[in-house]
């Protein structure tokens, strides 16, 4: 029995549609959960020695894990067969944007009071601020075009090629993980997301390059053909 036959009879491929409505929002529920943790600890008195650190990290280590969620639903179909978890994407997508927005926002209000230039001269003194800087704002366009409307008015082609940018968010989330706990001697954890997401990005990678080996495999018979051509 293969690995999506066994997966198949515990998970229906296909979900009814109330069933699916239910298990988004039970999700949707689930990816609050970090939020209203972070709330809780706050009201009570209760973020630790360091509650700016506490809810910073907190905030980033959400984001990782919803980035990473996210990534891991077109493996999971590809694994399983299953075609409702791709209709999650855009809400675990947008997930990441909300804890990333608010995770940026905790550092410019808590970390930084909005001092314009202190976060500047962090932006250029701090490497990992820079490539998480960067990672937030590759963001924003994915999560403004994320409805069916931008869907439309990109085209399906474009709107697919603008939010292959969430490659590069990842590899840019990793590396700002990994630069701000490389300072402190501790890669355990960055080193285990690199992992996670060097796999999800490789599953991408290996589908491109057998696409492309197709691909590559006509063009170069056509450039035959064309050298053909030129040397008859
Ligand atoms: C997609 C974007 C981002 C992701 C996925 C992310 C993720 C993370 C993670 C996982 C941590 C470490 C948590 C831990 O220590 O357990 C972290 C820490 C941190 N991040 Fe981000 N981050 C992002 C964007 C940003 C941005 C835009 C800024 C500020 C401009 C920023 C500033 C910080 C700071 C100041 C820390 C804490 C460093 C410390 O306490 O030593 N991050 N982030």
Redesign the pocket.
């Known amino acids: 029995m293969t690995l999506s036959a066994r997966l198949s009879s515990l998970v229906p491929p296909v979900l009814q549609p109330q069933a699916f409505l239910r298990v988004r929002a039970a999700l949707f529920v689930v990816a609050l959960l970090p939020l209203a943790r972070l709330l809780y600890l706050a009201f009570s008195g209760s973020l630790g020695a360091n509650p700016v650190?506490f809810v910073?990290?907190?905030l980033?280590?959400w984001?990782?894990v919803a980035?990473v969620v996210t990534l891991a639903i077109t493996p999971l179909r590809l694994a399983t067969g299953w075609a409702w978890p791709m209709r999650l994407r855009r809400m675990f997508g947008l997930f990441?944007f909300f804890y990333?927005a608010l995770?940026?926002i905790a550092?410019?209000w808590l970390?930084q009071w909005f001092d314009l230039a202190a976060?500047w001269k962090?932006?250029l003194k701090r490497p990992?601020?820079t490539a998480?800087?960067a990672?937030?704002l590759l963001?924003v366009p994915l999560a403004v075009t994320s409805s069916n409307g931008w869907v439309k008015r990109l085209g399906g082609r474009n709107w697919q090629r603008l939010h292959r940018l969430v490659y590069l968010?990842a590899v840019?989330?990793v590396t700002?993980?990994w630069w701000?706990?490389a300072a402190k001697n501790d890669l355990g954890?960055p080193l285990a997301?690199a992992i996670v997401v060097g796999l999800l990005l490789g599953v991408r990678a290996l589908r491109w390059a057998q696409r492309r080996y197709g691909s590559v495999d006509s063009s170069a018979n056509s450039s035959s053909t064309v050298s053909r051509r030129r040397t008859s």
């Open positions: 650190e910073i990290r907190s980033g280590t984001t990782l980035l990441t990333a995770h940026l550092y410019l970390d976060i962090d932006v990992y601020i998480g800087l990672s937030v963001l968010i840019l989330a700002h993980f701000q706990k954890e997301y």
